[in-house]
C-alpha cells in the first residue's frame, strides 16, 4: 500500500465550478500536510501546507486534514481555467526531511 | 530572488550510458533533494543531501547516485542508463527543518 493515495483523474469541470481533490494516507506519523500544483513541463510549486487536523483557507483554496480518518482535501472555489493543472497531496513526520508525494491529480477547467 | 535551477533541460542518453544532471539550490537552502517523476507514478523520492552529507535514500538501485558541493549545488549521477529510467528529474530546495521544498523545472531524461 503507498503512504500517499490520490486519484489520477483526469477530473474536468466548467469554469466557476467549486472543485474537491483528495487524499488518504496511511502513516500515522505525518503531521505537516502539503498541496502542490504543477503546470505542464514546470516543476511543482507550493500552494498550501497545513500543521495537524484542521482547516486553512487562502483566498479560493481551503485545504482540510481529517487525521482521525487519514484524509487530506484542497477545495477551489470559483475555479479558473488557469487552476488547470496537475494538484498533489503530500505528508511529512514530525522532524522528519522527506515529503512523501501521492500520485498527482490532472485537472482541467473547461470555459 | 533565483529559484532553483536545474541543467540541463533536456537530455537524451543511450541505454547502457551514464547521465548527469545539476542542480542550484535557492540561495542559503543548504538542503537538496532529488525526485523522479515517471509518467503515471507520481514523484517518486530518490536522495536528500544536506551541509555536504548524504542523509536519506530512497528505494532505488545504486546506480543512482549524486553528491553535494561546499556551495550546496548538488549532480545526481545514473549509471548503466536503462529504458525505465526516462522521466522528469527535480530537484527542490529548503532551508533544513523547512515545511515545504521549492522545485526547481526538472531535467527530462530520454533513454533511447
Known amino acids: 500500500q503507498k503512504e500517499v493515495e490520490q486519484d489520477p483523474g483526469p477530473l474536468s469541470v466548467p469554469e466557476g465550478a467549486i472543485v474537491s481533490l483528495n487524499c488518504t494516507y496511511s502513516?500515522?506519523?505525518?503531521?505537516?500536510f502539503m498541496w502542490y500544483r504543477q503546470y505542464s513541463r514546470k516543476g511543482p510549486e507550493l500552494l498550501m501546507y497545513?500543521?495537524?487536523?484542521g482547516n486553512k483557507e487562502d483566498g479560493r483554496f481551503t485545504a482540510q486534514v481529517d487525521k482521525s480518518s487519514k484524509y487530506i482535501s484542497l477545495f477551489i472555489r470559483d475555479s479558473q481555467p488557469s487552476d488547470s493543472a496537475t494538484y498533489l497531496c503530500a505528508g511529512k513526520g514530525q522532524g522528519a526531511q522527506k515529503l512523501v508525494f501521492g500520485q498527482g491529480t490532472r485537472l482541467t477547467i473547461n470555459p | 530572488e533565483a529559484g532553483v535551477t536545474q541543467s540541463p533541460t533536456h537530455l537524451i542518453k543511450t541505454r547502457g550510458q551514464q547521465a548527469t544532471l545539476r542542480c542550484s539550490p535557492i540561495?542559503?537552502?543548504?538542503?537538496v533533494y532529488w525526485y523522479q517523476q515517471a509518467l503515471g507514478l507520481g514523484l517518486q523520492f530518490l536522495l536528500w543531501y544536506d551541509e555536504g552529507e548524504e542523509r536519506n535514500r530512497g528505494n532505488f538501485p545504486p546506480r543512482f547516485s549524486g553528491r553535494q558541493f561546499p556551495n550546496y549545488s548538488s549532480e545526481l549521477n545514473v549509471n548503466a542508463l536503462e529504458l525505465e529510467d526516462s522521466a522528469l528529474y527535480l530537484c527542490?530546495?529548503?532551508?533544513?527543518?523547512?515545511?515545504?521544498?521549492?522545485f526547481g523545472s526538472g531535467t527530462r531524461l530520454t533513454v533511447v
Open positions: 497545513t500543521y495537524s487536523s
Open positions: 502513516n500515522s506519523a505525518f503531521q505537516y
Open positions: 540561495s542559503g537552502h543548504t538542503s
Open positions: 527542490a530546495s529548503s532551508l533544513f527543518g523547512d515545511y515545504g521544498y521549492t
